[in-house]
């Protein structure tokens, strides 16, 4: 009688990600959450102007310089996930459209467009959440979601 044995199955190689794809994640979850909270407190600042505290208007202009900054440096780290990372591209055109407004934002303000500047307010944090639910919901290992 003769005995057959069937072969091990070879081990299956589990996929790592590589380490600029979770270095451009992390970098975009950072940059977004900063985002994120630098915009909460652009509204802070506009909410107590609006009460009457005028000092608070220098601040609010200073602060959306910072705001513009960190929306710019989140649109490189959008880009970061897409292009070197293999993610996907829509994170990286939601960051450069926030640019965009952002800086449609800064000039409503500059120019005291109030009924513009306020709507466009809300909808850079609706953006901006957006964002930023996506960096922290995006897995490298899977290339794009």
Partial sequence: MTQTTTPAPAPVEVATPHPWRRRAARLLRTLSVLALFDTLLQAALAGLFITGDVGLLDWHAANASVL?????????AAFLVWRPGRGPIGPFLLA????????????????????????????IFGIGAALTYWSFSYTHEEGSK
């Fill in 68 to 76: 513009a900054l960190l929306v710019a440096l989140e649109a490189i």
């Fill in 96 to 123: 450069a459209g926030l640019l965009l407004l952002v800086g449609v934002q800064q000039a409503l303000g500059h120019s005291r467009m109030l009924g513009g500047h306020v709507p466009l307010g809300m909808a």
